[in-house]
């Protein structure tokens, strides 16, 4: 099996919840092989974890620095690093591989701020790197398709858009509980200086904007924002909502909440044009709901009738048998192995691909501080 | 019959779609009997539609003022009066009506500006009069029960609401084509002249408004707004969000738009406390979702186990005999005769009854200019 | 109001359930005025029900074979009866009033037994009636879409019919608890003496197969069934399982059931042909699903695109404002309605109206009786 | 990874569905290491799939008996085979396997007829082989739920079961039309010396009746089936409308159809009990739809509030990260890794386990023989 693409991992050790799903969503299509790891920032975790995983002896490290130091001078080196440890060690992982070359796999946010960001998107280009950021929502079949359709005119003009992304899980204080079960992801999630200034415009918020401009190839150009924190003593945002005005005349609101009771995980996009309207749940993600004006409402599923190339490439199995989030988050790792690969032929061109850039993870980046930004002063608009 | 409420009617004639709901709605409960009215402004058309409806040749008036004089001094005259003609006349039809002593039902919005509302409400109390405005979606039961579970604290205090009111029909300028179907409709519910300053927002817009209103019982002290004609020509709104600042620090958005395709009357409110979560929507209203937290979604049905009183006594038939827009608003009939057989026993007391009432209607027309204030000023926040 | 269709009523007295949906059904559009009846078997209830309903005194009869007599030498007589009872009660008053003359309206089932029905079918047509049964869900406008979809060839040849009717209301034994609500109902529908041979076969199972007649057009040439009684005690079936071979090669099954938790009211026909299927549920009876065999699944909904004149003509609100239960069986009462004044007209013509007649009641007493054959032949398959 | 399965697979090449399935399966919990097969009938394609599957040359099989002798005598054999080709071969391939000791994973139906499946019973028996058949939907993990909730009594004695397996993508003849996309699936799927005796009944409904029995634990002592070929030419089933008599008293009834435009892979079940209804649907598997007689229906959903342990143990993402078909499938997989690896530690327990076993394959097979027979004497009951 040489041909796989020889994956390591920062983060992801016991009990952590996004690792494990980058390892499932690595291993799907059987493109890649996790072969090292630091898997921990305490190091005796850490090399648990990695024995745990199956990870040989010497390629289990106990941090990421000797990590990086020490692929970077082995023949048979890993070809990228997935990072998927609390937010806050994004940057300084991701410069640390970067500088030796490694191309990355970034769990969202991309950094703290626009700052770190910056120095990303520099040092990506500068280092010319592969660097993919897991907005994985994007890798679902029917938002190939959505994008594709908005792509290619079935909707017209685009004047408004309807995005929102509500959880509940957060209803209650879990971060002071510290016996609760939810309580260490509740714990960083609700905590600056592990999370960033954004909590949840970045933990989910930046999901749905994401999600807004793969579709639709959109930007905004200003931004109002009212971010609340409505749980007593929780130090960031706990409901946000947004107003967009969009290039080309279009109007968008993204409502993100993790404290409105009966939402599991609804990430929802509604877009509407001068000719046809989309609509897609991420509960039910194999079905997109497409109504052309004056005709009735059609439900367009993956992989059945009106499915379109766009969505069958990234498709598995036959219509009726539900693929569901691992599966569009190996779509994301499969864009990325194609790169890699191309990357290796020399054939590498970054329209061929899906997966977010490092460039999309300062644009979210910018969401937050924007949307801060505004809510400081009243909701006012500001540029973008 | 000698019982039953001797309704009048002004508007409603041929071709009006709301006068013959509102004719509908009195009769589903036997309680009302249509015996006079002055159907159109245009007086022959007036006439055959009267006649057509078996108005008897002397109570099938030619015009609204003629009808309440004459109204005024018959021995057998009218109860009340139901005002179903384009909003412009809403105003001077109720005064005429009202000084002479007749009740009033009124459909929705009440007036074209607060001012003409301020003398409405004033002069309701001067005469003492009793005025339902028919902001119909509060009569469907289910809606009472998430009233009466708000109330009770099923939800604990309210934190975030999100209601919407979506439509496709003004997708296209149907009111510049002339020969179009939904002509009519659409040339006086987008002239200014005839619709007031709000489009889509005073349309539908305010009908979401008022049942946030109903249901949480939560009263908004700040407003922003963003209008937007997106139809080329339109003079009106047709595509509005709204975002509101609830008394007790709730946080609630309104979308109101008619250039939704996909959407035919998606009116939807989900209401979020520290407890529970409620959604409802109206094209299938005979369901009410409710999660309490840490609990599975129930789906309480209208007439089924966990529908309470405040539902049940509004429900006529079984559950799973789905009961629809008409019933929920002869439920505002119903209300209506209860109040004016209180009234003739004097036993009137407002707070028995659920009809909108003339202050609701003050209410919603403040909500469109504050809207429209709101939105010419660049969606700043602004005093209610 | 000269020309309102003058209704009398047998049944429906006070605590009655279905007689309260006939006059319902009956004013909805404006065409019936009820004049007269004899409510109750009580006469005492009788007449104190009539009084509630504004029944004038002279009117108000406390039997029904009274009824019949005063009425027929009235010169203002009544143009039709709705006969509202028991089941046991529907022949011997179906025979006192056409015989007089009197059109009726008669509730399902026609009668006891295959004799009676013969009776009644010789009669109305001797006696030159018009005999309506109300098979209520036939006046769905969706149902009425399905009917012409199928006729026109929409579907192709229909090769497998799949309809249901399932309730849980008598999951217990509701009828041996004297204290309990649901008990006047499930006393007499439990009771072969007032409801016949048939349980749940009779009260509900002879609706999926009016239905399922109705939209397609097919006959059955043989039936195979399996009736249950679960409960304990319980005299009639509450389970029933049907196949049925119908002309053209069609197979169909009806399942119908009164103790399946979780079901309200669920009828539910799926039709499915060479070409295409169609979907509709009673609970949600303003859609109706159609998929194309290699086409997208379309949801058709009433008053929206793609709802045909079949529908549209017996639709009253525009699309997304649910029409229900009742205003489906108001459809009834309006085609009972042209046929009586068509018949005045001397216009009368049979195939112009949609109501179930007194032959589609013996089909359905035949459907029971057939049904009861064949469960006690072990489920052998039967003529029918 | 010394401590992976190591994996062999018979059948599933280029261009073939189930095979691909069984190889995602098995790598999404990383357990098992494909490293050996014989994947194709024709040795050249055979050769052509292991290279592209990256299955070492030594071990990249050009026959299957050809790889059960040589695995056989390497120390590093596998510990267990896929079998994943067209019915017929099942048998043979597995007696191959098992005479050698190979553990074995078979895709369903086990065999052609009842006589090959009591030879693979008794060889599973005799030989001490872990023998499991993927009647994958028993792993998703709403259905553990379903099953456990049975067991613990929260129906009730079950009354009322009905199965629903319907599909369209047979509704034309694909197997005569030599260019159709469908083509291969559908020519030897139709056709009996490769797919046996049954079959739509033996396709997909062996699947739904798997799945009765799993929930349930109810046996049937008597079957009545109506076994129908629609579409011209066809050589099998492809509509099946069966009824079984079960243990205890249960009736429950099973529709399979493969012509049914509109359904693409509806697999449905639905369990009536006396306390409670429970409701399942393959196409949305995170959701168990839960009644409790006298109490709203409830939503439980995979991972969320209400979900217990039977499914939590099998549940690999947070609620509302829909987990799909793959998932369910891998689940199959988990449970035969455990059996494997406690065999090898002497602590195998076959209650430990969830995989459907060889018995329940001749099950599956006395199902479809048992249909057969009963629908060749006109639907007569016959015992099971």
């Known amino acids: 099996m040489s041909q796989k693409i020889k994956l390591g991992m920062v983060g992801g050790g016991q009990g952590a919840f996004i690792g494990a799903v980058h390892r499932i969503a690595s291993r799907i299509d059987d493109r890649f092989e996790l072969v090292a790891g630091a898997f921990s920032s305490n190091p005796e975790k850490s ?26 001078i082995r023949g048979d080196k890993i070809d990228a690093v997935a990072i998927v440890t609390p937010n806050h060690m994004h940057h300084p992982i991701s410069m640390s591989f970067m500088k030796k070359g490694f191309n990355v796999i970034c769990d969202k946010p991309l950094a703290m701020n626009i700052k770190e960001c910056e120095e990303l998107v520099r040092t990506q280009k500068e280092e010319d790197i592969i660097f993919a950021l897991t907005h994985n929502y994007t890798g679902y ?8 359709m908005c792509q290619q005119g079935d909707l017209g003009n685009i004047r408004v858009i309807q995005a929102e992304y509500a959880q509940d899980w957060l209803t209650l204080d879990l971060e ?13 999630r609700t905590d600056p200086s592990q999370s960033g200034s954004g909590g949840c415009i970045g933990d989910i918020g930046t999901h749905a904007y994401n999600l807004l401009r793969y579709i639709t190839q959109l930007q905004p150009h200003q931004i109002s924002a009212e971010l609340t924190s409505f749980v007593p003593g929780r130090k960031l945002d706990d409901n946000a909502q947004i107003s967009l005005r969009l290039n080309g005349g279009a109007k968008a609101t993204i409502w993100s909440s993790q404290i409105a ?23 039910d993600p194999n079905y997109l709901y497409f109504t052309k004006y004056g005709s009735p409402k059609q439900k367009i599923t993956r992989g059945g009738a009106g499915a379109i190339s766009a969505a069958n490439e990234v498709s598995r199995i036959p219509p009726g048998h539900p693929e569901g989030y691992l599966e569009g988050f190996a779509n994301i790792y499969s ?49 973008f």
């Open 335 to 383: 864009d990325v192995a194609n790169a890699l690969i191309d990357k290796k032929n020399n054939e590498f061109d970054i329209n061929k691909y899906h997966y977010p850039t490092v460039e999309d993870g300062l644009e979210g980046i910018r969401f937050i501080e924007r949307s801060i930004a505004s809510s400081n002063s009243d909701s006012s608009w500001i540029n």
């Open 141 to 148: 079949p029917m938002i190939r398709q959505a994008r594709a």
């Open 47 to 72: 090399l648990a974890s990695g024995k745990e995983l199956g990870i040989s002896e010497d390629r289990n490290y106990s941090d990421y620095e000797e990590m990086a130091e020490k692929e970077f």
């Open 176 to 188: 002071n509980q510290p016996d609760s079960g939810g309580n260490k992801q509740a714990s960083w």
């Open 261 to 283: 009771p009966g939402n599991e995980n609804h990430l929802q996009i509604r877009i509407y044009g001068e000719k046809a309207g989309l609509e897609w749940c991420q509960e």
